[in-house]
């Protein structure tokens, strides 16, 4: 009796389940997005919020994915069970535009009339376009711009940050020093990473390149060789450091932990300098011009499943985040820079005195995208590491990586 | 007398309890072989014929791609890489684990003072998670960390040990013979008690010393256990990822890439599946035919 009871209650709470999962999903929008760091899912919430606010009838659901991003949407756009809005990051966006996955935006962006897709600079959204179609809209983006300790410049009688090569190798010289006194270097000029996101500006402010125009991948150039001498070099010469010797996870703690006077970072930096690292008397500026100015930009788009019941609640949100209103939102907290120029000029960026190196990097900032397998990405980590941890020789270096990367472009 | 009435009901009796047996016996598999199978049968079968395709997640349909995948692993430098880091680190880690167990067990064994916490220091390490006492020793590890620190007091100079390319294996080596061993410690201390005193006290009577009971008893009566650890710690090592995954991601320059890491690599990070399964099943060929060998050329019990 008991158990019959039992069993019949079982059933009906699991059916009620089942029914309100069923009724619940039918017109929510399922949202995912990574989280770099705690600030961040809070301000995604509130924007998320604000879109609940400006239109009642939709209801959004968010779904943050903590760890491993790619590896689970991709995942889910393979189950067929991918949210109906989500990031993708600039760098692996080619990888998703090989396949017939995501909705193509053009449509509803052409049907939109107050959306205005000519607002955005233009090399963030060719980011997520092939063949003419845009696959999704560019939130926000950052670039790679220099970060000095001011604190140590005035103490080694220095007013500027470095403007060309020369100023920073020759500054961070006179920033390397023993400052207690006790035999040992305990504050270097700049820190670096033996990788490769941060030797591209460098080649590109050499007048090189590293992929011609066809999108192949060409690494044994003279400049692209001319600029990693130059970055190896400053960490040769002992007036660079990299963070693992000085046991430290990344280049920003570094610098954030004063042992180093430079950084090159981007403006993600900015939030944790302010909670983490206050004392620290920090001033941003261009990175410094080889032959030209350079710098290389990331953004993060929201994109939609071709497989999607909800195409226009999706679109809605959609379009409100990466619309003038939502974007303003989201950017006015600075966290990252408006990929919109109206959005810049309304919060006043270009005139900002942190935010302004950011945004006038957009002229000669590039995207840092290519059509190869992901793999490339590692052998150049591992050419990267074998020159500075084991002395590898660079030009032969150079010649092999290029040799070992041919076969993992992505035919189309 | 039983006439032939009554031994055909007690046959059928019989019969009856071994149906009943049976039919309570696979009602009682039921559940883990459901289990076994989902997450276990179809899962290798599948990725073993996945390993003949060139699959990708997100493709509408899958290449077929034939032993593609098997001819591309062996033209692949890293995929040697991987192997030979992996029989290095096997034959680093193997030995001395299983002497070190055996030693501490022996120790343990012994009737000492705090011998119970001795027992439970060395079990420790074996059931702390493995991403935590990396954490931990990527700290001891590192340049200003405790290790070099230690070293600096013997007058030897500080070493980046895990961005060291000669250093990096060795370390994760280091690591696991730690954490391993308390683990194979219980299992010889199983073994140990159940040696059955009389041979240590005969020997004690002839005059045995404890170097020579060690070798001469103690040794070969665990000879089982020992078969036992060492094919554990074999499929162990050979399998090896956590404790690199969390401590190099493989580097540097691939000086800490094993065989489970180049699977987890190119099956989620390049994303390719089809490729990455047909690394997985070479791996499982390997370690097949190692314990095939072993189990021939070192059996359990040769007695």
């Known amino acids: ?412 | 007398m039983v006439s032939g009435d009554e031994l055909n009901i007690k046959m059928k009796k019989n019969n009856s309890t071994k149906k009943e047996q049976q039919f309570w016996a696979y009602t009682f598999l039921f559940f883990p072989l459901m289990l076994l199978t989902i997450f276990l049968f179809i899962p290798i079968l599948f990725s073993f014929i996945i390993s003949f395709f060139d699959w990708e997640l997100m493709a509408a349909h899958q290449k077929f791609a034939g032993l593609n995948n098997y001819v591309e692993i062996f033209r692949d430098k890293i995929f040697y890489k991987a192997m030979l880091n992996t029989v290095l680190y096997t034959i680093g880690v193997v030995p001395i684990q299983t002497m070190l167990a055996l030693f501490l067990a022996f120790v343990m064994n012994q009737k000492i003072r705090g011998r119970s916490f001795f027992r439970t220091a060395f079990y420790i390490p074996a059931v702390t998670s493995s991403v935590v006492t990396s954490i931990i020793f990527v700290a001891i590890y590192s340049k200003e960390g405790l290790l070099n620190s230690l070293l600096g007091n013997l007058g030897i100079q500080a070493n980046d040990w895990l961005t060291n390319p000669k250093t990096a294996l060795i370390s994760i080596m280091m690591l696991n013979i730690w954490t391993t061993s308390g683990y194979f410690m219980v299992s010889f201390l199983a073994g140990l008690q159940n040696i059955p005193d009389s041979l240590y006290e005969a020997a004690k009577l002839e005059g045995a010393t404890q170097r020579q009971q060690f070798w001469h008893i103690t040794v070969p009566m665990v000879r089982p256990v020992t078969y036992f650890v060492v094919v554990m710690s074999l499929i162990g090592c050979f399998q090896v990822f956590d404790q690199v995954f969390v401590m190099s991601d493989g580097g540097p320059n691939n000086a800490t890439t094993t065989m489970s890491y180049y699977v987890y690599q190119n099956g989620f990070r390049y994303f390719r599946l089809g490729y990455g399964a047909a690394a997985a099943i070479v791996l499982a060929g390997i370690i097949m035919t190692v314990t095939v060998i072993q189990k021939k050329y070192f059996p359990p019990n040769p007695y």
């Open chain 1, 1 to 412: 009796m008991v158990k019959n009871t039992l069993k019949y209650i079982l059933l009906a709470s699991s059916l009620a389940l089942i029914t309100s999962c069923v009724k619940d999903k039918a017109n929510t929008i399922r949202f995912s997005s990574w989280q770099s760091n705690p600030s961040e899912k809070r301000l995604t919430d509130s924007l998320l919020h604000c879109f609940v606010i400006r239109y009642p009838e939709y209801k959004v659901k968010f779904e943050l994915i903590p760890g491993n991003y790619s590896e689970k949407i991709q995942l889910m756009l393979g189950t067929h069970s991918a949210p109906q809005v989500f990031y993708i990051k600039d760098f692996v966006a080619p990888s998703y535009l090989r396949y017939d996955v995501l909705q193509p935006l053009d449509e509803y962006i052409d049907k939109d009339t107050t959306f205005d897709k000519d607002d955005f600079y233009p090399q963030f959204l060719n980011a997520f376009t092939k063949n003419g179609k845009i696959y999704g809209l560019p939130k926000d983006f950052g670039c790679f711009v220099l970060f000095y300790n001011e604190d140590m410049f005035k103490a080694t009688g220095l007013s500027d940050p470095p403007k060309d090569w020369a100023e920073l190798e020759e500054f961070s010289r006179k920033l390397t020093k023993d400052t207690n006194g006790d035999g040992k270097i305990d504050q270097y000029g700049i820190v670096i990473e033996p990788s490769i996101d941060k030797l591209i500006p460098f080649v590109f402010q050499n007048m090189g390149s590293f992929q011609d125009k066809d999108g192949n991948l060409t690494l044994n150039t003279p400049e692209f060789q001319g600029a990693l001498e130059y970055y190896y070099g400053l960490y040769k010469k002992n007036i660079a450091i990299i963070p693992s010797e000085v046991s430290m996870n990344n280049t920003e703690e570094v610098f954030g932990r004063k042992r180093a006077a430079m950084v090159i970072s981007g403006g993600w930096f900015v939030p944790q300098l302010k909670d983490q690292y206050k004392d620290v008397n920090y001033k941003v500026a261009y990175l410094p011009k080889g032959k030209q100015m350079a710098t290389i930009a990331f953004t993060v788009s929201y994109s939609s499943p071709k497989e999607n019941p909800l195409k226009e609640e999706s679109w809605k949100l959609l379009s409100y985040l990466t619309g003038k209103e939502g974007m303003k939102v989201w950017t006015s907290t600075g966290i990252a820079m408006p990929t919109r120029k109206s959005v810049a000029a309304q919060l006043d960026y270009i005139n900002h005195p942190e935010y302004k190196f950011f945004m006038g990097s957009v002229d000669f900032a590039k995207i840092f995208q290519v059509d190869y397998n992901e793999r490339w990405y590692s052998i150049t980590q591992s050419a990267m590491q074998a020159i500075f941890y084991e002395k590898a020789d660079i030009p032969q270096k150079l010649k092999q990586m290029e040799n070992d990367i041919k076969s993992l472009r992505i035919k189309n």
